[in-house]
């Protein structure tokens, strides 16, 4: 059994909806498809909790009312038949009476979550009943049913193989099964969900837990590119990836994947398959445990990074100096990116400057601290392993004319990162694509 995620611009539109139905279903294959809400639909349903919060009711009927009209519009393009039309109407009235419900009292994170979740279960309702009308064979299951973190908040993976294990042997029979990403519940039962990018998470965790033969993520993109395509001329879709590989680049900017979804995949050893919705054809990108050895496979690049520096005579031979200047970013929950240290000195970069003035401020109790704001940071991924001689020279010549403030290399076999300026992430990547793909 395959597992297929549809992302919302995948399901965005009931022309969308009626293609990712004809192909989950016209292989005749059994699958397991999780889906995200329709585009747009989950910035609406914050946007109502926004409004409640604030105990503006009105504010929040008015959204609710305009989400309520683009629904009902859809079924009507959605469905041929009186019957399936009648029967989302009543659906959908039912989903748009209970967020009305939420207007009338106390408002929480708790009743927030409740409405965030709605999204997904309209969309897996909708796409359901479309199959239905199809005469395809199709069970909707409810995530709630199965997926659950733990008290860490993190995904408990052996729950959730048990659970979906006897749901699927009370389900059986069925080409396709329909599930709802993003959504869980907690340890403690109630309604919550794997942030954003979750819907793939879902994905993982189910192909994990089945086990699947492959796990595909569907989105609007032809797989991973070996640069960012929206900044720079001629690249290329990557045809294989590592799992340590699609992790680096997910993490630094490659939006396709979710950083953590990976991790169930590669631990269970089911590849992850990135592929085209409006391209089904298209091969897409693999991604597996194997290594492709001498090879670099792309570049990527995170923004709004700033670096912070710390120098010390205090740091020279004592032992300590590093955990002191640690713990102020862990008393702050503020993760670091990049690491570089001398003897008297080290850098550090974040993506989250919330509390930046206040750990500046403690840092100086240490030693003298600068700040440089507006940075980048690019990495090159591959294999990276240091026995490979010669990577590293032709990626420094490749930055040669770059104003480079931090460069990491040797915390990971599969990356070489650099900080630089913002304003020269884009001459910085074209360097490297000419360099590193294009042969200039």
């Known amino acids: 059994m395959k597992v297929m995620k549809f992302g919302g611009t995948s399901v965005g539109s009931p022309e969308r909806m009626k293609s990712v139905a004809n192909m989950v279903s016209e292989s005749g294959d059994q699958v397991f498809v999780v889906l995200s809400a329709m585009s747009g639909t989950t910035n609406s349903l914050v946007e109502i909790s926004n409004y409640l919060y604030k105990k503006n009711s009105d504010g929040a009927n008015d959204v609710i009312n305009a989400l309520e009209r683009k629904y009902m519009q859809h079924v009507e393009e959605l469905y041929s038949t009186d019957e399936y039309k009648q029967k989302t109407k009543e659906f959908l009235a039912s989903e748009f009476a209970y967020l009305r419900s939420f207007t009338k009292d106390l408002f929480t994170s708790f009743e927030e979550k409740n409405i965030v979740a709605q999204g997904e279960i309209i969309s897996t309702n909708m796409v359901t009943n479309y199959l239905l009308e199809k005469g395809v064979k199709v069970c909707l299951l409810s995530a709630f049913d199965f997926m659950r973190t733990d008290k860490n908040a993190e995904p408990d993976s052996q729950y959730i193989k048990e659970k979906l294990q006897a749901v699927m042997k009370a389900n059986e029979g069925y080409q396709i099964y329909i599930t709802q990403g993003f959504i869980c519940r907690n340890a403690y039962g ?12 879902t994905a993982s965790l189910i192909g994990a837990a089945l086990p699947a033969e492959e796990i595909q993520i569907w989105t609007d993109i032809d797989g991973m590119h070996n640069n960012d395509p929206r900044v720079v ?33 590669k631990f269970a050893g089911i590849p992850v398959r990135l592929k085209n919705t409006l391209d089904p054809q298209a091969e897409g990108t693999i991604i597996d445990n194997v290594l492709l050895k001498g090879k670099i496979k792309a570049v990527a690049a995170k923004d709004n990074i700033t670096a912070i520096k710390i120098k010390s005579s205090r740091m020279l031979f004592a032992t300590g100096f590093l955990r002191k200047v640690f713990e102020i970013f862990e008393c702050y929950q503020t993760p670091i990116d990049m690491i570089t240290t001398s003897e008297v000195g ?18 100086k109790k240490y030693g003298t601290v600068t700040v440089d704001s507006d940075m980048c940071i690019v990495c090159v991924v591959g294999d990276l392993d240091w026995n490979n001689l010669g990577f590293e020279t032709i990626v420094l010549d490749a930055m040669k004319n770059i104003p480079v403030r931090m460069i990491s290399y040797g915390g990971s076999n599969y990356n070489i990162s650099f900080l630089i300026r913002e304003a020269d992430k884009k001459r910085a990547l074209q360097n490297l694509s000419d360099v590193l793909f294009n042969n200039k």
């Open 346 to 363: 080290v850098s550090m970069s974040i993506d989250n400057t919330n509390h930046l003035n206040e750990i500046v401020d403690e840092l």
């Open 190 to 201: 109630e309604v919550d969900n794997l942030l954003r990018g979750g819907s793939d998470f």
């Open 233 to 265: 001329e001629h690249t290329d879709a990557i045809r294989q990836l590592n799992f340590e590989e699609a992790a680096e680049l997910a993490y630094f900017g490659a939006k396709i994947l979710h950083p953590t979804c990976v991790q169930p995949a």
